[in-house]
């Protein structure tokens, strides 16, 4: 099923308990949900509220949870901690300087990808919230899971805030050194320093 053919459904999920929201996740779409109570206990998710496809619906519903959805096939899933991949440790002080330079320059480019998505909608435009974000990126330069560290008071901007970063793309591969996830915070204006919308070329985000 193409984008364009995925059905929107007209979800109105309060924020509860994760295992009850999973459960009415599942009777809202059709969905079936495989997952261990162990790793949904004393866990929440936020409201869903408003017309999204189904995996747009359960991105929004694990907000800040932990968690991240594993696609068993299109209509069956389960949850899992993201993994941090283990990296080698590069040898010797020059070794250790140049991965730097790498991730930082990578930084940048992640930097940049994000900051053009969530300057496409005014809700999400940086600099009139703070926030703190980690995301974690596939080989493919997708994220393909993020997280709300901390949120930005209002529950429409963190649900548009994950929709946007999950729409967001890096042309360029992730260094071998840099360590997921990769934490980023969104400043306001008053803070002095922080994300513009004068994004250049090197990396993208729809």
């Not at 949900?33 to 408003?50: A, F, K, P």
Request: aromatic share 4%; with cysteine.
């Amino acid at each position: 099923m193409t984008a364009e053919t995925t059905p929107l459904l007209e979800m109105d999920l309060p924020a509860q308990n994760l295992e009850q929201a999973l459960q009415a996740f599942s009777q809202a779409t059709g969905m079936a949900v495989l997952v261990d109570r162990e790793l949904t206990r004393g866990r929440r998710s936020i409201g869903v509220h408003g017309r999204y496809t189904a995996q747009q619906a359960l991105g929004v519903l694990l907000t800040g949870s932990g968690l991240m959805a594993r696609y068993a096939s299109s209509d069956a899933f389960t949850l899992q901690v993201p993994e941090v991949s283990r990296q080698v440790e590069p040898h010797g002080a020059k070794g250790r300087a140049a991965a730097a330079r790498i991730n930082n320059s990578y930084a940048a480019a992640l930097q940049t990808a994000i900051e053009r998505s969530l300057c496409a909608s005014p809700l999400t435009r940086p600099g009139t919230f703070r926030a703190l974000v980690q995301v974690w990126v596939n080989r493919e330069g997708l994220i393909e899971h993020s997280r709300l560290v901390s949120t930005t008071g209002d529950v429409q901007r963190d649900e548009a805030l994950v929709r946007s970063l999950g729409a967001t793309r890096v042309n360029r591969p992730a260094p071998s050194s840099l360590r997921s996830p990769v934490t980023l915070l969104l400043m306001p204006e008053t803070a002095g320093t922080r994300m513009e919308c004068t994004a250049g070329k090197g990396a993208s985000g729809s």
